[in-house]
């Protein structure tokens, strides 16, 4: 007669019987996944961030640089097309979805410090120009009025 | 004895029968679709607005900009392969058809843009001349001229 | 008794019989075709045309623009895997095989115009500073020898 | 009696039999690959082959002209995918590995020229400005040192 | 009678007996993986080192060289999908992944090389200045702070 081995047989049952207990040990083997998906993906986030370190004059190396790691992320996704397509959402999905958030936002940074460099330039050309026309009182009207009209 | 349960039994029979009644709530589970296709392309058609803050002189930026994110597009819409191909419009590709025209649309707003930009510096550059060759009246023809025969 | 419908049966059959007739209507649905392929190849296509309205020495810009597009017709043309691989030419291929070359023309046209300003720009100098240097006859020279010799 | 038409039977047999042959004739339909895959990578050879017509000083059009058709080639050679994964060797990977190897070859050509380039530049400056400072004997000197140490 | 071959018959048995022993000799067929896998990222490899013969002052066309071959290296990766999905790793992955791996450490080269030269330069410009306004003392001064505070 076989029993539940869950069922705590110690108090209840008098006697001893025999049960069958079988353990599953479950394991992902993660390597293949960190090699050929979170490895390159990690990779070009990196990547993503030598933008920082790159002169704020040189743009079109830093466009490209922001463009093309979104592209490759955006490739490395692609190329999950070998797995079967399910309708719930994987954790590789996730991972991949914030790295292109990372690589986006590390693309958006560039814009907005270009934009601001930008006006901080013609702003100084305009306080320069009005020393050199004008007294001090020009000077801080340019002041004044970037920082109203936010010119 | 079973009878519709969508006949309004109320009225025509008299007495109370047993009937089933199912429902089947069906519901696309969302989350996978926007992580993998609806978040990256948003993404992409964000960054090819990016565009119009970038300085207006740059043109390697602003061209790489444009393409790669037609690129990348692209590349989101190859990705789909793993949807059984039908022959019948899906939402999905309506929704990338679309995110391509939009960011065709920011690619050729520059194109424009460059083009007036580079006929309106040509212009200055011929007033200039001939204000500083012959008086007003020259500054007149080259102005007309240009209004005219759309130099 | 069932005759053939196709069969003129008003003069060498006389009385009148049942005949059954169907007719099949096979239409292709189209527009996933059109969203999918051919809006954007179309719109690659016009891309590469706007390499036309480029300024002629932003060289990087229109290089770039040139290949990309290519690379842009032909991961397309890869996107078209989902299809069955059959041996004969499918129309798309051969739509696709047309984008293709239309592009590679617009990126020819480029490099033979490149060519050209370049070699026409070196001439300019050489006929200016001979005009420096010398009388009217080593101007005449030099033009000559340009044409002769394809310098 | 049925025997082998390929017996010579007109010696060795007397009599006349019937004999049954038939004719397999197998042929390849070559325009569906020509149109999806030589004619794509023939173009994007010839495209790799423009960079020799590019001027030597716009080096990120080079560069990126060299890189971006190693990347269409790569992303041709990905398109293949729908074939079936075999493990012998196919014409069509042989045709690919050339056409990468091709554009290869011109990019490494450039990178070769760009080197001797500026080494040349180096070297004439260093040989004017010994000109100028002093005598025959320095430059003799510097294009000694250049030859000797391959400065 | 039928005994093991692989049992070592010359002593313990007495007799001759028949035995029967098969050999199976497997083989991978390699030049197609070589053609069509390690043969374009070895080229891609050796593509990324390019980089470091260019000129150090081109940073678009360094920029744009080590993402693009990263990007080829990933479309590569992406190519593999016609192999079944397995779960643990194969060689192929590994060096895919080695591959990535040499070609993202010649960008990081880059990127440091970048920087240092920047650094540099400023620090040039620096003395340069102290040694035109001021005297030894000043620039002794510059060159401390420059090496105390790392600017």
Redo the contacts between chains.
């Keep these: 007669m076989l029993i539940d081995c869950l069922v705590d047989t110690s108090i209840a049952v008098v006697g001893s019987y025999a049960c069958i207990r079988a353990y599953f040990h479950l394991e992902?083997?993660l390597?293949?996944y960190i090699?050929?998906t979170y490895?390159?993906s990690m990779?070009?986030v990196?990547?993503s961030w030598?933008s920082f370190?790159?002169?704020l004059e040189?743009?079109?190396?830093?466009?490209?640089?922001?463009?093309?790691?979104?592209?490759?992320i955006?490739?490395?996704?692609?190329?999950q097309?070998?797995?079967p397509?399910?309708?719930?959402?994987?954790a590789i999905?996730?991972w991949?979805?914030t790295c292109?958030?990372f690589v986006?936002g590390a693309?958006?940074e560039y814009?907005?410090v270009?934009?601001l460099a930008?006006r901080e330039k013609i702003n100084a050309s305009a306080i320069s120009k009005a020393t050199a026309t004008g007294g001090i009182a020009q000077v801080i009207n340019a002041t004044i009025e970037q920082v109203l009209f936010d010119k």
Tied chains: 1, 2, 3, 4, 5.
């Design positions: 992902r083997r390597r293949a090699l050929s490895l390159p990779l070009v990196l990547l030598v370190w790159i002169d040189s743009v079109p190396a830093r466009i490209s640089l922001g463009i093309l790691t979104m592209l490759t955006t490739t490395q996704s692609s190329g097309g070998r797995f397509a399910v309708s719930f959402t994987k999905d996730v991949m979805a292109l958030v986006f693309f958006i814009s907005i270009n934009v930008r």
